[in-house]
């Protein structure tokens, strides 16, 4: 089953419109009513969101034996243009118990507004808890803490065969050089380009170079200057950024690299980004940059995910050996009520039994600690819950989805697109730097 959680588009409208309790059979402690909790509720709690369709029957699914239990109901509803609405509805008094809401930029916006609720001592217990220090920032605003996270995606993922890199004689890279150097021999081994790439995605056509030039400033820079720049301290004109582009280019400009079955490089931009499944399920291209979620596409292209089956992965490989740096997304669960009922229901989804309920459905993955990788419907899932349950991972979210959205969702993916045409770095740089909103 193929996750979508890897990038909500923004629309442009949507971009317009974003201008504890202590529970028995939740991991927040023992039963009881904490005192924070507000009114007993009325048996119902309403939550709104973007996931749709098979995801959203399955969300509904994850949580039915809970409501049950616990004779609450929560009413699920989905929107297409939830990031827009979500703003429009809180501000025009309509706003849902919860929402599940997928950009750490548009949670903050909310909360710093002053519509989202602080959450209660049981949420704020279980994600000290069962998730990273990194995860409990994004769901933190001026040092109050609002909302846990839900569900996670892993960027970063490096496609390839066993079977190919045995015959070639290469093995898995320890690090960006090693990458580099099994890059060359695998071309020199079977004189065509190792690497396919696919940046194609309508009007979102771009996003998936953006994701190469967020894992190398993160593993160059280092985490600090990632967070500066995404915040626009370190600008896009920073040397360190431009380092970044130009690791990135060493593969992806190089026409001796790519793009493997479809062309020269400015091919990339106009290969749809599901469609370099094929020509790696059928080992026919070595190489490919792409999240967790790209095993559906293998699925559907017949191939077979898993570590001696005909495509596997590896995390884009750290400059240093030892290091292991992950870019990534997911959602988090803001309150717009504090009845006891909402806070049941939030303190829930916070727990390790929800994350293991939604998790065995299939699908979907989260970086709560609780959660055992063994419920993971695929082996690519079960990997990526590893790496995010690991200690040593140093986790940062999605740098565009982080940007503001002339930039994020704007001038970066269009400066991308413009970089594979043949753009020079510095122009790109300084055009995508022009997009960030003036103070």
């Given at each position: 089953?193929?996750s979508?959680?890897?990038r909500?588009?923004?629309?442009?409208?949507a971009?317009?419109?974003i201008a504890?309790?202590?529970?028995a059979?939740?991991?927040?402690?023992p039963?009881g009513?904490?005192?924070?909790?507000?009114a007993?509720?009325?048996?119902?709690v309403?939550?709104y969101?973007?996931?749709?369709?098979?995801e959203?029957?399955?969300?509904?699914?994850?949580?039915a034996?809970?409501?049950?239990?616990?004779?609450?109901?929560?009413?699920?509803?989905s929107?297409k243009?939830f990031e827009a609405q979500?703003a429009?509805r809180?501000?025009?008094?309509?706003?849902?118990?919860l929402?599940i809401?997928?950009q750490?930029?548009?949670f903050?916006?909310?909360a710093s507004?002053g519509?989202l609720?602080?959450?209660?001592?049981a949420?704020e217990?279980?994600?000290?808890?069962?998730w990273s220090a990194?995860?409990k920032?994004?769901?933190?605003?001026?040092?109050?803490?609002y909302g846990?996270?839900l569900?996670?995606?892993v960027?970063?993922?490096?496609?390839?065969?066993p079977?190919?890199?045995?015959?070639w004689?290469?093995?898995?890279?320890k690090?960006?050089?090693?990458?580099?150097?099994?890059?060359?021999?695998?071309?020199?081994k079977t004189g065509?380009?190792?690497?396919?790439?696919?940046?194609?995605?309508?009007d979102?056509t771009g996003?998936?170079?953006?994701?190469?030039?967020e894992?190398?400033v993160?593993?160059?820079?280092g985490?600090?200057?990632y967070?500066q720049?995404?915040a626009?301290e370190?600008?896009f004109?920073?040397?360190?950024?431009?380092?970044?582009?130009?690791a990135?280019g060493?593969?992806?400009?190089?026409?001796?690299?790519?793009n493997?079955?479809?062309?020269?490089?400015?091919s990339i931009?106009s290969?749809?980004?599901?469609?370099?499944?094929t020509p790696?399920?059928?080992?026919?291209?070595?190489?490919h940059?792409q999240?967790s979620?790209f095993?559906?596409f293998?699925?559907d292209?017949?191939?077979?995910?898993g570590?001696?089956a005909d495509?596997?992965a590896?995390?884009?490989?750290s400059?240093?050996e030892?290091?292991q740096?992950?870019t990534?997304?997911?959602?988090f669960?803001g309150?717009?009520?504090d009845d006891a009922?909402?806070?049941?229901v939030?303190a829930y989804?916070?727990?390790?039994?929800w994350?293991?309920?939604?998790?065995?459905?299939g699908?979907?993955?989260?970086?709560n600690?609780?959660?055992?990788?063994e419920?993971a419907?695929?082996?690519?899932?079960?990997?990526?819950?590893?790496?995010l349950q690991?200690p040593?991972?140093?986790?940062?979210?999605?740098?565009s989805?982080?940007m503001?959205?002339?930039?994020?969702?704007?001038?970066?993916?269009?400066?991308?697109?413009?970089?594979i045409?043949?753009t020079?770095?510095?122009?790109?740089?300084?055009?995508i730097?022009?997009g960030?909103?003036?103070?």
């Amino acid at each position: 089953m193929r996750s979508f959680l890897h990038r909500r588009i923004i629309t442009p409208v949507a971009l317009a419109a974003i201008a504890g309790i202590t529970l028995a059979g939740c991991s927040g402690g023992p039963g009881g009513t904490d005192a924070e909790a507000g009114a007993a509720g009325d048996g119902s709690v309403s939550v709104y969101s973007g996931i749709s369709g098979t995801e959203a029957e399955l969300l509904e699914e994850s949580w039915a034996d809970w409501e049950a239990e616990n004779d609450i109901e929560i009413k699920f509803e989905s929107s297409k243009e939830f990031e827009a609405q979500i703003a429009i509805r809180a501000q025009g008094g309509n706003a849902p118990d919860l929402a599940i809401i997928p950009q750490p930029g548009l949670f903050a916006d909310l909360a710093s507004r002053g519509f989202l609720k602080p959450a209660p001592t049981a949420v704020e217990d279980n994600v000290d808890e069962y998730w990273s220090a990194d995860w409990k920032a994004y769901g933190t605003v001026d040092d109050v803490f609002y909302g846990a996270p839900l569900m996670a995606s892993v960027k970063g993922f490096i496609w390839y065969s066993p079977s190919k890199f045995a015959e070639w004689g290469v093995e898995v890279p320890k690090t960006w050089d090693d990458l580099l150097a099994v890059t060359k021999t695998i071309q020199e081994k079977t004189g065509t380009a190792p690497w396919c790439a696919g940046f194609g995605s309508g009007d979102a056509t771009g996003w998936p170079g953006t994701d190469w030039v967020e894992d190398l400033v993160l593993r160059q820079a280092g985490a600090d200057v990632y967070d500066q720049w995404v915040a626009n301290e370190v600008p896009f004109t920073d040397p360190q950024i431009a380092e970044a582009f130009d690791a990135v280019g060493e593969i992806l400009l190089n026409p001796d690299y790519v793009n493997a079955t479809f062309g020269d490089v400015k091919s990339i931009n106009s290969i749809p980004f599901g469609d370099v499944a094929t020509p790696i399920a059928d080992g026919t291209c070595a190489l490919h940059h792409q999240a967790s979620f790209f095993d559906g596409f293998i699925a559907d292209a017949g191939g077979e995910v898993g570590p001696d089956a005909d495509v596997w992965a590896f995390i884009t490989p750290s400059i240093e050996e030892g290091g292991q740096a992950v870019t990534g997304g997911g959602e988090f669960v803001g309150a717009f009520a504090d009845d006891a009922d909402t806070q049941k229901v939030q303190a829930y989804l916070s727990s390790p039994e929800w994350a293991n309920s939604r998790v065995a459905l299939g699908g979907v993955l989260s970086a709560n600690s609780g959660l055992d990788p063994e419920n993971a419907t695929s082996p690519i899932l079960q990997e990526s819950i590893k790496i995010l349950q690991d200690p040593n991972t140093t986790f940062r979210f999605d740098g565009s989805d982080l940007m503001p959205g002339t930039v994020g969702a704007g001038t970066f993916w269009k400066g991308i697109v413009s970089w594979i045409n043949g753009t020079p770095t510095a122009d790109v740089l300084t055009s995508i730097e022009a997009g960030w909103p003036s103070e």
